[in-house]
């Protein structure tokens, strides 16, 4: 079982930017899909982004594509999420999550491994 924290959240001001990371323990995430999803009071679980295996294919929710980034380290058994021109909108608690896919799934179903989440808030 790998366990997984995430870091970085925060408060920032609409337009900003947040760099989110994801550690993993207890074994690699060489071999897992990565993946960022958010879940805001209210609202149901959204796809973020996700980050194949090896890191050469990624894939983004409509609603981020352009302003965010998705990378993974797998030496560093980490993963991050670069967040660019923040909207209010993107308040929410962002979590990593593994995937025993190969593709770079948006469908939270196929990922079994939850991170606890970290809080962004987005002032406007």
């Known amino acids: 079982q790998v366990r997984l924290v995430e870091s970085g959240g925060g408060l920032v001001q609409a337009g900003g930017s947040l760099r989110l990371s994801c550690a993993a323990s207890?074994?690699?995430?060489?071999?897992?899909?990565m993946g960022w999803f958010r879940q805001a009071p209210a609202n149901e679980r959204e796809f973020v982004a996700a980050?194949?295996?090896?890191?050469?294919?990624?894939s983004y929710g409509e609603s981020v594509r352009g302003r965010f980034t998705i990378s993974r380290d797998n030496a560093k058994n980490m993963v991050y999420l670069q967040m660019n021109s923040l909207k209010p909108e993107g308040k929410a608690v962002y979590s990593c999550?593994?995937?025993?896919?190969?593709?770079?799934?948006?469908?939270?179903?196929?990922?079994?491994?939850w991170g606890q989440g970290a809080k962004v808030t987005v002032a406007s």
């Open positions: 999550a593994t995937s025993w896919l190969s593709a770079a799934s948006p469908d939270p179903l196929q990922y079994n491994n």
């Open positions: 980050i194949s295996r090896g890191g050469l294919t990624t």
């Open positions: 207890g074994r690699p995430i060489s071999s897992s899909t």
